[in-house]
Structures are given as C-alpha cells and as structure tokens.
C-alpha cells in the first residue's frame, strides 16, 4: 500500500518570504504522479503543481516549485514570495494505476496548514 | 467553465438517520470520484465511476454506502443508516477522461455533522 507523509501539521510564514512544506511517501512501483493540492479555508481544493516521477526535472509554477527525489521518496513544496492568499491547508498526494491502467485513485498526506502573517 | 457542483453544502442528521449528497461533475467528464475527508486528516477515495461504471469502491463501507451515477452525469452518495464517524466532509471531483495525467477537479464539498 502507498502512504504519504506530511510531517509538518501546522507552519507559517511572513508575507514574502520563503517557505517549504515537506512530503515523504512509499511505494514500491517506479511509474507515478505527485501532487500538490491546496485547500483554502471554506473554499474547494485546487492543483497547485504537480510532478511525474520518471522526469528528473523539479516542476515549477510561477512562485510555487518543488524539489522531487525519487530516491528519497521525498517531495518538497517551496512557496516563493508568500503572499496573504497562499494561507491554506497543503496537500501532498500521490497516485498510481492498477493493473487495469484505469485506477487513478489519489492517495492524500494529512495535509499542513500554512499560515502567512502581514 | 461552470466547476463540480454539490449540494447541499451542509447537513446535519442524528445518527441512524439517512443522507444523500448530489454531485454535478464539470460537462464532458467521464470520471467521477467520492472523497470522504474527516477533520484532520487528507480526503480518501470511497469510489471512482468511469462513465456510469464503478472503477474502485473498494473502501466504500457497502453495508451503509451506497453511489450510483445514472447516464455518466450526475452522481448521487448515500449514507443509511449514518453513524456518528461518518461525521466528515464529502468531496466530489471530476477529471475528463481519467488518464494518469489528468488534473481531478473538486467540488466545494458537503459537510456532514452525525449528532
């Protein structure tokens, strides 16, 4: 079974600075898909990035990037220049297929809230 | 692009009572998924539909829940009879065609309290 976590339960951050959110995961499969997810308060859960295991190169999306390796089924996600709005609950997930190829079931951590202070 | 619609947005029953939850997916999407998320923790997959077929619902409790998703539309949850640990919210997502790469889009949830 796959599990993810985020060791982080709670973090903050001042206003324009940099932070970074932790994720492990476990797996035994080599074919994968990570993900960040970000859930705002009272508000619905949307990408923020996401990473596919067999590219060695760390994705990044405007301030948020991450820093993927594989070998330590580590998953990092750093925020750049927070800003008020990036204050939400951070998601770290993770998904394979099962034999069927259509399974693409999104394994979640329990999630960190990051809080950004003016 | 009209989003993943759910009602209602919230609901509150005592135990043993009964619950449905809709979920209008994103037009055009042929997955569909049920999340429950319990305060605390990250969402867990109860079921994902390929069109109107059952893909996993392999950690949906089946003697109390129940999904069906009619003409590969609409989606509709059900909880019968409820307990108090169903107390959660229920995420609704959608992505188009279910491929690995595919972004899940969710809805903005019905939070359930089981008194």
């Known amino acids: 079974a796959q599990t993810v976590t985020q060791s982080q339960p709670e973090m903050s951050v001042q206003e324009a600075e940099t932070v970074t959110l932790s994720c492990t995961y476990d797996?035994?499969?080599?074919?994968?898909?990570l993900f960040w997810y970000k859930q705002p308060p009272s508000r619905q859960m949307i990408l923020v990035i996401r990473?596919?295991?067999?590219?060695?190169q760390n994705a990044t999306e405007n301030r948020f990037s991450v820093n993927f390796q594989k070998a330590a089924k580590s998953f990092s996600l750093k925020i750049s220049d927070s800003q008020l709005g990036d204050t939400a609950m951070y998601f770290c997930a993770f998904m394979i297929s099962n034999s069927g190829g259509s399974n693409y079931k999104l394994t979640f951590g329990k999630g960190t809230l990051l809080t950004v202070n003016p | 692009e009209a989003g993943v619609a759910q009602s209602p947005r919230y609901k509150i029953i005592e135990k043993r009572q009964s619950v449905a939850f809709w979920c209008n997916p994103i037009?055009?999407?042929?997955?569909l998924y049920w999340y429950q998320q319990i305060l605390g923790q990250g969402p867990k997959l109860l079921i994902q539909?390929?069109?109107?077929?059952?893909?996993?619902d392999s950690q949906l409790p089946k003697d109390r829940f129940s999904a069906e998703r009619l003409k590969g539309v609409d989606s509709t949850l059900k909880i019968q009879p409820a307990k108090l640990e169903d107390s959660a919210v229920y995420l609704c997502?959608?992505?188009?065609?279910?491929?690995?790469?595919?972004?899940?889009?969710f809805g903005p949830g019905t939070r359930l309290l089981v008194l």
């Open positions: 539909f390929q069109n109107n077929g059952v893909v996993d």
């Open positions: 037009s055009g999407h042929a997955t």
């Open positions: 797996t035994s499969e080599n074919n994968y898909y």
């Open positions: 990473q596919e295991a067999y590219k060695q």
């Open positions: 997502a959608s992505s188009s065609v279910g491929r690995i790469q595919e972004t899940q889009y």
